[in-house]
């Protein structure tokens, strides 16, 4: 994977690069995508926060088809995990930390976030 030609989807509070990381996948309110082609953000609604079950599928197939590469996450369920691995999506961790989406970005090129091999977190539904 080329760093420099993917697109990056941040879990996001705000449509604010400067805003806060989300801590959660598939209830956060924004993804901000990072196109490291153009070193453009946009910042896309989450629709798939407000549904009653199965919203880690749902937020993958969003991010799948915004042809994403990569989600900077505070951690994964097991139903998330699994749908993102299907898109071929990799995952990388920046934990529960209170830093702005750009910070998030910053670690993530400098090497600093582990990248999901298995879920972190537990479904919320299970």
Same mark, same amino acid.
């Given at each position: 994977?080329?760093?420099?030609?993917?697109?990056?989807?941040?879990? @996001?509070? /705000?449509?604010?690069?400067?805003?806060? !990381? @989300?801590? &959660? +996948?598939? &209830?956060?309110? +924004?993804?901000?995508?990072?196109?490291?082609?153009? %070193?453009?953000?946009?910042?896309?609604?989450?629709?798939?926060?407000? /549904?009653?079950? $199965?919203? $880690?599928? =749902?937020?993958?197939?969003?991010?799948?088809?915004?042809?994403?590469? !990569?989600? %900077?996450?505070?951690? %994964?369920?097991?139903?998330? +995990?699994?749908?993102?691995?299907?898109?071929?999506? =990799?995952?990388?961790?920046?934990?529960? #930390?209170?830093? /702005?989406? &750009?910070?998030?970005?910053?670690? +993530?090129?400098?090497? #600093?976030?582990?990248?999901?091999?298995?879920?972190?977190?537990?479904?919320?539904? @299970?």
């Amino acid at each position: 994977m080329d760093i420099n030609k993917i697109k990056i989807a941040i879990c @996001s509070n /705000s449509d604010n690069a400067e805003g806060n !990381v @989300s801590n &959660r +996948f598939a &209830r956060c309110d +924004f993804y901000t995508i990072y196109d490291s082609k153009t %070193l453009g953000f946009t910042f896309v609604e989450n629709t798939a926060k407000d /549904s009653v079950s $199965g919203a $880690g599928a =749902k937020a993958a197939k969003i991010v799948s088809t915004l042809g994403v590469d !990569v989600v %900077l996450v505070p951690e %994964l369920g097991p139903k998330a +995990f699994e749908a993102l691995e299907a898109f071929e999506i =990799k995952a990388y961790q920046y934990g529960n #930390k209170n830093y /702005s989406v &750009r910070d998030a970005l910053y670690e +993530f090129y400098e090497n #600093k976030l582990p990248e999901l091999l298995n879920p972190s977190g537990k479904s919320k539904h @299970s």
